[in-house]
C-alpha cells in the first residue's frame, strides 16, 4: 500500500533536548511538508521540501529543522530552542507543481514535554 | 494575506439532521479548494476538492460543498448526518501563496447527538 508513514506515534522529550521525528512516504511524490497542529490553531505550516536537498521555511519554522537527503524521506528535529513543543505533528505530501492536487498525510506524531 | 475561515470551532447537530460546516476564502484568484476530515490522534483524510468545472463537488461519506466565486465560499453539507460524521474538519485553499502551500482553517469539531 503506498502511504505516508510516520514514526513514532507517541514521544516524550526532557527540556533541553533535540529529538527527530520520521516522515516516510512511497507515493513518489516530490513535494514534502510539515505541520504543527495545536488544539484551536488548525495545521501551521513549519516547512516543506519541493525536492531532494532543498526545502523552505514555512509560517513558524524557528526552533525546529528538516532535511531532506532522500525523495522518501524528510524528517523534522524539534531542537532545545522550540521553547513550547508540545504538539500533534503531522507530515504531508503532494505531487510536485500540482496545485490542484490534495496533499496526503501521515498519521501523526504526539510530542509532549516531561 | 490569503487566508481561510472556518465560521463556528464547534458545530452540534442531531443524529439525521442537515449539516452544514462553513468556509470562506480570501483570493484575488479563484483558488483551489479542499475539506478535510480528521478522527481522534489521526492525520487528515480527504472528503472532496474543487480545482475548476462544477461548483457542486460530491466526495466521501455522502458530503458534498458547493464553490461560490460571489460570495468566497466553499461550505460542506451532508443531508443527514450519522455518529460516524464526528471528527474535526478542515477547509484548505491551494495556488495562492506559491502553489505549493496548503493553508488551512482553523477547523471546525462536528459532535452528533443521539
Known amino acids: 500500500d503506498g502511504g505516508i508513514t510516520q514514526s513514532p506515534k507517541y514521544l516524550f522529550r526532557k527540556e533541553g533536548q533535540n529529538v527527530t521525528l520520521s516522515c516516510e512516504q512511497n507515493?513518489?511524490?516530490?513535494?514534502m511538508y510539515w505541520y504543527r497542529q495545536d488544539p484551536g490553531q488548525g495545521l501551521r505550516l513549519i516547512y516543506y521540501s519541493q525536492i531532494v536537498n532543498d526545502f523552505q521555511k514555512g509560517d513558524i519554522a524557528e526552533g525546529y529543522s528538516v532535511s531532506r537527503e532522500k525523495k522518501e524521506s524528510f524528517p523534522l528535529t524539534v531542537t532545545s530552542a522550540q521553547k513550547n513543543p508540545t504538539a500533534f505533528y503531522l507530515c504531508a505530501s503532494r505531487r510536485e507543481g500540482q496545485a490542484n492536487t490534495e496533499a496526503f498525510f501521515g498519521q501523526g506524531t504526539r510530542l509532549t514535554v516531561v | 494575506a490569503q487566508s481561510v475561515t472556518q465560521l463556528g470551532s464547534h458545530v452540534s447537530v442531531s443524529e439525521g439532521a442537515l449539516v452544514l460546516l462553513r468556509c470562506n476564502y480570501s483570493s484575488s484568484v479563484p483558488p483551489y479548494l479542499f475539506w478535510y476530515v480528521q478522527y481522534p490522534n489521526q492525520g487528515l483524510q480527504l472528503l472532496l476538492k474543487y480545482t475548476t468545472g462544477a461548483t457542486l463537488v460530491k466526495g466521501i461519506n455522502g458530503f458534498e460543498a458547493e464553490f461560490k466565486k460571489s460570495e468566497t465560499s466553499f461550505h460542506l453539507t451532508k443531508p443527514s448526518a450519522h455518529m460516524s460524521d464526528a471528527a474535526e474538519y478542515f477547509c484548505a485553499v491551494s495556488g495562492v501563496q506559491g502553489a505549493q502551500k496548503l493553508v488551512f482553517g482553523q477547523g471546525t469539531r462536528l459532535t452528533i447527538n443521539p
Open positions: 507515493l513518489n511524490h516530490d513535494a
